[in-house]
């Protein structure tokens, strides 16, 4: 299923490079979602939008700058990262009305590797 | 806080074996409840959900139950293929409160192994 796409799928960057993340759905969603996934860790929400506005941002360090210039499309912009930060980062999407228990669609992710 | 407690793994079973992946939550309120699987390479696939007590969501042979007695949703299949070999989650989306989107609460995850 392709209703989720991220680029890059891999990304090498040293600890002084500025390098961008994009997600795009081509689901109708309205809410736009960033999660990490690292090895031995559970998957930590990173920021949430709805209809384009943040909603939520879960306590996540400066140097991850999200964007969301429309329902369709979502950026993570990353500067001065460190090694720690290497990881698996998801987008996901759904579509959030007036009832609950929406489920969530997931991207296949961007390996991130910081050297 | 939210909270989704899962078996890690690796759980090995042979080709055709009875599958139980047990998922225990804590949440306030009344949460929804999510199985995904990912395989490698992958990002997440929605597999099943429930959204209300006693629901039962089911897809692709696998089960799960909303059990709000026991607050859990384990996860069943009668007989597992080699196919099957992936990575399991389970997951919570508190209770719809009105204010919008929301994050996944996630378990760590079940590494499930099946040999033919």
């Known amino acids: 299923e392709t209703g989720v796409t991220q680029t890059p799928r891999h990304l090498v960057m040293g600890m002084t490079n500025k390098k961008s993340l994009k997600c795009e759905q081509h689901l109708g969603h309205n809410a736009m979602y960033w999660y990490k996934q690292s090895a031995k860790k559970p998957l930590e929400l990173m920021f949430v939008?709805?209809?384009?506005?943040?909603?939520e941002n879960n306590s996540v360090p400066s140097r991850f700058s999200p964007e969301c210039p429309n329902s369709s499309h979502l950026f993570l912009h990353l500067h001065t990262l460190q090694p720690e930060d290497s990881a698996l980062y998801l987008c996901?999407?759904?579509?959030?009305?007036?009832?609950?228990?929406?489920?969530?669609?997931f991207g296949p992710g961007t390996r991130l590797l910081v050297l | 806080g939210n909270s989704v407690t899962q078996m890690e793994g690796p759980v090995t079973l042979s080709e055709e074996a009875f599958l139980t992946i047990n998922c225990t939550y804590t949440?306030?309120?009344?949460?929804?409840l999510f199985w995904y699987v990912q395989y490698p390479g992958e990002g997440l696939q929605l597999l099943l959900k429930?959204?209300?007590?006693?629901d039962k969501g089911s897809n692709k042979g696998f089960e799960a139950t909303y059990r709000k007695e026991t607050t859990s949703f384990h996860l069943e299949k009668g007989s597992v293929q080699v196919s099957d070999s992936a990575v399991y989650f389970c997951a919570l989306l508190r209770g719809y409160s009105g204010g919008g989107a929301d994050g996944l609460t996630f378990g760590k995850g079940t590494h499930l192994i099946i040999q033919p």
């Open positions: 939008y709805n209809f384009k506005e943040q909603t």
């Open positions: 996901a999407s759904s579509f959030e009305g007036t009832s609950g228990g929406v489920a969530q669609y």
């Open positions: 429930a959204t209300k007590a006693d």
């Open positions: 949440a306030t309120g009344y949460p929804s």
